[in-house]
């Protein structure tokens, strides 16, 4: 395929053609999204998106071809295509769920029809004319390159002002000691304070992303979940009532927790102006936990998905497979294209598909191994897109984003969180019936919901809600050592000083609130959120 589009652009070059806007514009929505997301994107994931559309546009531009028999036309009508299919993505989400007189015309099958009709309309009149459109192709040649400049532009700037693109920052040896990639000697020291066992019990750390604390869900939803309570409680789980986040990101919770540290340092290493997302998700690759777990002979698992794509796990469970998700930003492509509604379809059932392996592998995955292991098991759930109603029924996500915090979106959120706690229950119950294994659980959620929410200026039930977070404990030995605001940071710190034999002190359970423009501004407010 590359020998082909070599080809094509040998010849045009040939032709004194020079029909290169097809290809500017094919990848300035790929280049463009990145630049608005690059706090929390790798450059290696524009590689895919950028090689697919590639040989899409040679594809096109080569049947065209031979249907116009001429490259100028040809490649007008590449770029209408190519204009169309991502410009529609960006209309639909304006437009999307609008009503009329109580009618909802924002809809997939009313936008497609002004699209297919433009379709054939441009291509019938580039077919018909005797125009050779050759100026016309020069100022879209030069629009194309103008594009992809300004994109690059963006690109460079964030770059200096946030001192690379997360991948300088982790490359210089002062913030690696720092942030603790490798690990660092204080990281190894703190390894050396667990001890030995004669016996390893299995340990499960389930994070149940978005699931709010029971205060919250009463407060802020109307939901009673005194039962799921009452019977974790009854299996002998430590329930922490008023147990609160860390902090209001998944992308800073969940590194603090497997760090068994606070983040705040990364103020003074990347600045409190910066949006980088990706130093502390790549804290998530070799994390203190998963470090200490190794030394002790555990067999490592993790389930994959886009919140942290990197950790260095012995196992992979229940992998995506599906192309079209293959990182964060091949997802963000995916919602802002014509074919956006039948890719959302194919996205929801892939998702559902993950779910269900999820909880099936969950407790099963350690009659895999002999040695004891450490799963992690990260699902985004009850979190949107909520894919199952209460009973597991499959049900549609929301459609239309253009508003958020409806009753909808709060029944859909709810009927997602009871399946889970079907689901969690059927985990629990499978795990400690397996008399010839110990084992250890925390269940846990890395922070509360944002419905009603206002993330510039956030008053304080706003703050209480999105901090509520639910925090359950199983553990054969120390439950005596857990308490009622325990907060994650401390959770690996408890389990490792009651049944591993650990000296680790304990922190004092803070909640720091920061946005997502500026996640390194913290502003302590523990005293708003500590009690429900």
């Given at each position: 395929?590359?020998?082909?589009?070599?080809?094509?652009?040998?010849?045009?070059?040939?032709?004194?053609?020079?029909?290169?806007?097809?290809?500017?514009?094919?990848?300035?929505?790929?280049?463009?999204?990145?630049?608005?997301?690059?706090?929390?994107?790798?450059?290696?994931?524009?590689?895919?998106?950028?090689?697919?559309?590639?040989?899409?546009?040679?594809?096109?531009?080569?049947?065209?071809?031979?249907?116009?028999?001429?490259?100028?036309?040809?490649?007008?009508?590449?770029?209408?295509?190519?204009?169309?299919?991502?410009?529609?993505?960006?209309?639909?989400?304006?437009?999307?769920?609008?009503?009329?007189?109580?009618?909802?015309?924002?809809?997939?099958?009313?936008?497609?029809?002004?699209?297919?009709?433009?379709?054939?309309?441009?291509?019938?009149?580039?077919?018909?004319?005797?125009?050779?459109?050759?100026?016309?192709t020069k100022i879209l040649n030069v629009v194309g390159i103008t594009l992809i400049l300004v994109s690059v532009t963006n690109i460079g700037i964030y770059a200096l002002e946030n001192e690379g693109l997360g991948i300088v920052v982790l490359e210089q040896e002062s913030i690696n000691e720092t942030v603790g990639i490798p690990m660092n000697i204080q990281d190894k020291k703190m390894i050396s304070l667990v001890g030995d066992l004669q016996k390893y019990p299995d340990v499960y750390y389930i994070i149940l992303d978005g699931y709010a604390g029971e205060s919250s869900l009463e407060r802020d939803l109307g939901f009673n979940n005194s039962k799921f309570i009452e019977l974790l409680e009854q299996k002998g789980f430590f329930i922490a009532s008023n147990s609160h986040s860390n902090y209001a990101q998944t992308f800073l919770s969940i590194p603090s927790t497997m760090n068994m540290k606070y983040l705040n340092f990364l103020k003074d290493v990347l600045g409190e102006e910066s949006k980088d997302q990706i130093t502390p998700m790549t804290m998530m690759e070799n994390s203190l936990v998963m470090e200490i777990f190794k030394s002790k002979g555990y067999k490592t698992i993790d389930f994959p998905n886009n919140s942290f794509e990197k950790i260095n796990s012995d196992y992979k469970a229940c992998e995506n497979e599906n192309f079209l998700e293959s990182n964060k930003l091949m997802t963000m492509i995916n919602k802002i294209n014509m074919f956006e509604y039948f890719l959302t379809i194919i996205q929801n059932e892939n998702i559902r598909k993950n779910q269900e392996c999820f909880f099936t592998e969950l407790s099963e995955i350690h009659d895999k191994f002999e040695e004891p292991v450490f799963i992690l098991g990260h699902i985004v759930l009850p979190h949107p897109p909520n894919v199952f109603g209460p009973n597991g029924e499959h049900v549609m996500p929301r459609i239309y984003y253009n508003e958020w915090g409806t009753q909808e979106d709060k029944d859909r959120y709810l009927g997602t969180l009871q399946y889970a706690n079907l689901r969690i229950e059927e985990f629990v119950n499978n795990v400690l019936n397996d008399n010839e294994r110990d084992s250890i659980i925390i269940i846990s959620s890395d922070h509360g919901t944002d419905f009603d929410f206002d993330w510039d200026n956030p008053n304080n039930e706003m703050l209480k809600q999105r901090f509520s977070n639910f925090n359950a404990y199983y553990m054969p030995k120390g439950q005596e050592l857990l308490y009622e605001n325990i907060s994650p940071v401390n959770s690996f710190r408890i389990m490792f000083n009651s049944n591993f034999n650990g000296n680790f002190e304990l922190l004092e359970d803070k909640a720091y609130w920061s946005t997502y423009d500026k996640p390194y501004k913290f502003e302590d407010v523990t005293e708003i959120v500590k009690n429900p």
């Open positions: 395929m590359l020998f082909i589009m070599n080809s094509v652009i040998k010849f045009m070059w040939i032709k004194k053609t020079s029909v290169f806007h097809p290809y500017f514009f094919a990848i300035f929505p790929i280049i463009s999204t990145y630049s608005t997301n690059m706090q929390e994107l790798l450059p290696n994931y524009l590689i895919q998106p950028v090689v697919i559309m590639l040989i899409f546009t040679t594809i096109i531009f080569l049947i065209t071809k031979l249907i116009f028999k001429n490259w100028s036309k040809s490649g007008i009508f590449v770029s209408t295509i190519i204009g169309l299919i991502f410009s529609y993505g960006y209309i639909y989400f304006q437009i999307s769920g609008f009503e009329l007189g109580g009618f909802t015309i924002g809809r997939h099958m009313f936008l497609i029809i002004p699209y297919v009709v433009a379709f054939f309309i441009i291509g019938l009149y580039i077919f018909r004319t005797k125009l050779k459109f050759d100026n016309i």
